[in-house]
């Protein structure tokens, strides 16, 4: 096994995502496949070899700080599943 | 004959002479998808006043080019302001969004008329536009069958007439696959050509916005409308975009055409290596050089591409946390819970593997042997294309090992889903661009994709082979029954 159930819930829980049990075993099946499949990788030796990250030459985009309009308040909010006033509003937090 | 059957450049030459008006057109496609789209479900949202969406500044006569009243159909995944933008998941399902992204601006701004949002697999994560929240689409060609994915709706749509032309978007061959699938044309440009502003990030480093046509010519024209660059999108290349169809010359003597070995491989359907062989034969003797060449890592895409991107989608996706937009579960008993119950509700079960195979290699312990290892294997896979176009101006394959497989085949297994992408997976990763051309049909009557492949920011010689192509054969003008 590349994967344990054990493991899919702590990944579950990096992810928040919640997993009924009969997800996290069907979940623990597919990823153990795939990770199986990606072992492959392993029998390039890629000791000397640079990570690319992007394949086209990219340099950091900087810009004047300018004042300039922002999004006006009941459009950020309009799509809010939930909101008060000029905020979004969410469940207690502790 | 029927004017949704025209494309974009007959269309504008009809209008031009004053035999038919923007109207007509609208309402010869609005009549013919009242006929199919119940049996095809190309679209999510059709609008109903199309011809709102038009930029008002776009009516001044002397100015129309050649894009100016063509309606046009667009991937629900790129945003269009007032108008709802699902990317085919209940995730977004009552999303609209305040501002329209780069690409839908710029056709605005060239006079087209938006028809509608198209069908697509959910956030663009599926080979077969099956994972979609909305239900699947079906290829025109046959009902039984998927038209590919993830941009399924935007091809189904071209190829069953519903619109004159698409735009899609391509991770890992979204634009190609169901371009093949459907028998109509589909690019994916250089990954930095087309802004990426508005368009719902799947695989940052992977994504690209790109035409899906009836003809080359099309292809070259939808082109010029979206490209350039974006102050707005720092991907986007401070390359300036060339008139592509300067590209559409019919000429390739002398062009170097390679062949790369590893692309025919066991397994494949024996009438699409037919059909792609045929093609080179015919390019052959138009005067272009056939070369045979090694790619010697593109076993080893596929792998690579669901550890990059899979990765990337699990970070781009946090955002989805049912607290600005979108879905949210109701009842939760504090703010962790109402996270992880609405994750799990809001999304289908391909994005949540994805979204956990991502966290997974990217999570301590396992970065370095699964994402950094990744990383390394993609400039393997550069290598192996920079090598090749040192002898090569393009280079030709087929787009998908096989013709369109059957609904329900392989949904409910993922690794063949993922393995259905073989051929496609690589332009992605070296961020080159890939055109897919109709250059065939299979037994049963389902279309074959002829892919070529060029250098970065060399659009034009793919365009170039792609219409010299075209003129030769007349698998293009081949449509559906129904």
């Given at each position: 096994m590349k994967i344990t159930k054990q493991e899919v819930e702590h990944v579950s829980l990096l992810a928040r995502l919640h997993l009924s049990d009969q997800d996290k075993e069907l979940m623990t099946s597919h990823l153990d496949a795939i990770l199986t499949y990606m072992d492959k990788l392993n029998e390039l030796d890629t000791k000397d070899v640079e990570p690319t990250s992007h394949v086209i030459e990219v340099e950091n985009v900087v810009r004047e700080d300018q004042v300039r309009d922002s999004i006006p308040v009941e459009d950020a909010l309009a799509n809010a599943p939930d909101k008060e006033n000029d905020f979004f509003k969410v469940p207690r937090i502790l | 004959m029927n004017l949704y059957e025209l494309t974009i450049h007959e269309a504008s030459d009809e209008m031009r002479r004053g035999r038919i008006t923007s109207g007509d057109l609208m309402e010869s496609l609005k009549q013919r998808i009242s006929e199919v789209e119940e049996r095809v479900h190309a679209y999510v949202t059709i609008l109903d006043r199309p011809e709102e969406t038009k930029s008002p500044s776009s009516d001044r006569q002397e100015e129309q080019g050649p894009l100016s009243g063509i309606p046009v159909a667009v991937k629900d995944n790129m945003t269009t302001r007032g108008i709802r933008t699902t990317c085919s998941s209940k995730m977004l399902s009552n999303f609209i969004p305040h501002y329209d992204a780069t690409v839908v601006d710029r056709l605005r701004q060239n006079g087209v008329v938006i028809l509608g949002k198209t069908n697509m697999d959910e956030f663009a994560?599926?080979?077969?536009?099956?994972?979609s929240y909305m239900g699947a689409t079906r290829n025109p060609?046959?009902?039984?069958r998927i038209p590919g994915g993830s941009s399924g709706g935007s091809a189904a749509a071209v190829a069953a007439d519903e619109c004159i032309a698409a735009l899609g978007s391509d991770t890992g061959g979204s634009i190609r696959q169901p371009a093949a699938h459907c028998g109509v044309v589909g690019m994916k440009p250089t990954y930095g050509r087309v802004s990426r502003y508005g368009l719902v990030a799947f695989a940052s480093s992977l994504d690209q916005i790109g035409p899906i046509t009836k003809d080359v010519t099309d292809c070259a024209l939808l082109l010029n409308a979206i490209s350039g660059h974006d102050p707005r999108d720092s991907t986007s290349v401070k390359v300036p975009a060339p008139d592509f169809t300067s590209a559409l010359t019919g000429e390739v003597r002398g062009l170097t055409i390679g062949v790369p070995a590893e692309y025919f491989v066991e397994g494949m359907q024996p009438e699409v290596e037919d059909a792609v062989r045929t093609a080179l034969s015919l390019l052959e003797e138009r005067g272009a050089v056939i070369k045979e060449v090694s790619?010697?890592?593109?076993?080893y895409a596929i792998a690579t591409y669901y550890i990059l991107a899979t990765a990337e989608a699990s970070s781009n996706l946090a955002r989805y946390d049912g607290v600005k937009y979108g879905y949210r579960t109701e009842n939760a008993s504090d703010l962790m819970d109402m996270y992880m119950q609405t994750r799990a509700q809001g999304f289908g079960p391909e994005v949540k593997r994805r979204i956990m195979l991502g966290t997974y290699v990217l999570s301590a312990g396992y970065y370095d042997a699964y994402y950094r290892k990744a990383q390394q294997v993609r400039t393997l896979i550069k290598n192996d294309f920079d090598q090749a176009f040192q002898t090569c101006d393009v280079l030709i394959t087929p787009t998908s090992p096989t013709t369109a497989f059957r609904?329900?085949?392989?949904?409910?297994d993922p690794l063949q889903m993922y393995l259905s992408d073989i051929f496609t997976i690589s332009v992605n990763l070296a961020g080159i661009p890939g055109i897919s051309v109709p250059c065939g049909f299979d037994n049963s009557g389902l279309p074959i994709g002829l892919q070529i492949m060029g250098r970065h920011f060399n659009e034009k010689a793919i365009l170039r082979s792609a219409y010299a192509y075209e003129q030769q054969t007349d698998w293009h003008r081949k449509r559906p029954v129904l």
């Open positions: - | 994560m599926g080979s077969s536009t099956e994972t060609w046959n009902l039984e790619l010697p890592h593109t076993g609904i329900g085949e392989k949904i409910n």
